[in-house]
């Protein structure tokens, strides 16, 4: 299940998102997606699936 969000980030950092998106072939989603699950995939604790 896929969830919209809105978030809000600098115009340095959407230019960065979008190439590492171009550079990956994925869409701006995919690159923050991709880069999250990587930055959070070393936590000790397990991913908590929402009910919401």
Same mark, same amino acid.
Not at 8 to 25: F, G, K, N, P
């Given at each position: !299940?896929?969830?919209?969000? %809105? @978030?809000?980030?600098?115009?340095?950092?959407?230019?960065?998102?979008?190439?590492? /998106?171009?550079?990956?072939? =994925?869409?701006?989603?995919?690159? @923050? =997606?991709?880069? @999250?699950?990587? /930055? =959070?995939?070393? !936590?000790?604790?397990? /991913?908590?699936?929402?009910? %919401?």
């Amino acid at each position: !299940m896929k969830k919209r969000v %809105n @978030i809000t980030l600098e115009d340095d950092v959407i230019r960065r998102v979008d190439y590492y /998106a171009q550079r990956h072939y =994925t869409s701006r989603s995919g690159a @923050i =997606t991709r880069l @999250i699950v990587e /930055a =959070t995939s070393s !936590m000790d604790e397990p /991913a908590v699936k929402s009910e %919401n």
